[in-house]
C-alpha cells in the first residue's frame, strides 16, 4: 500500500480523494478484478490505491442522506465494479491519458470530456456508472472544492494577486502528495494551471 500511495500522490486511483483526509481509508484494489483475471492477483501493474475501506462503508454511508446511502459506494467498492468490468471499455487508472476522458462540472458532477469522439465518450461514461463517481459523497465534495476554488479565483483576481501562486498551492506536490481532486484543480485553472505543472512540477504533466 505505501509504495501505491506514493506513486499515487495518496490521490484514490479512481476518484482522487485524499482519504486519508477524509477519514474512509484505503483498500489495494484489483483494476482488473480479481473473479475475472485470477492470474493477475499479484500483478503490480494491475493493483491500485483506492479510497474507501470496507470497514469505513458505514461510515461514508453516515455522511449522506437516508435517501442517498444506499448509491453512496464508490471505486472499487462500486456494486458495478464488483460484479464484473469490461475492460475494452472501462478508463483504466493506468491508461497514461485517462484523465483526458472526463471533464469536471461546477455543481460537482465528472462527466465525460465534450471534445472526446462518440466511442470515448461512451468508454468515459461507462467508467463514471461502473465506479459509481458521482456517488452523492463525492458529488458533495467536489462541488464543495469548486466553490472555495471560485471564491479564493475571486479574491484574488479583486487584490490583482498572482493567480500561478493560487493554482500552485494545489497543483504542486509537497511531501510526495497532492491535494484533492486534482484533476479538478487543474481544469478549473486552466491555461495557469498548466504553466505552473510545467515550471514546478513537469513530473505531473
Known sequence: MGFLLEEQYTLCCYSELRADQAGLGYHIEHVEN???????????????????????????????????RAVAVFGGHAPGKQAAVNMNRFVSPHQPDCARFFAYLSDGRVVPQQTLDSAERARAQYTIDLLNLNSPFLQNERQRWWDELDMLYSDHLDQDMDLECL?????????????????????????????????????LV
Not at 499479484?42 to 437516508?66: E, K
Not at 509537497?174 to 512540477?201: C, K, M, W, Y
Open 167 to 203: 493554482a500552485a498551492v494545489d497543483l504542486v506536490p509537497r511531501n510526495q502528495t497532492l491535494h484533492p481532486f486534482f484533476s479538478l484543480t487543474r481544469q478549473f485553472f486552466g491555461q495557469v494551471a498548466e504553466r505552473v505543472i510545467q515550471r514546478d512540477a513537469p513530473e
Open 34 to 68: 480479481k473473479s475475472q483475471a485470477p492470474q493477475r492477483t499479484f500483478d503490480f501493474a494491475n493493483l491500485a490505491a483506492s479510497a474507501l475501506h470496507s470497514d469505513h462503508i458505514p461510515t461514508l454511508r453516515n455522511t449522506v442522506s437516508p435517501a442517498d
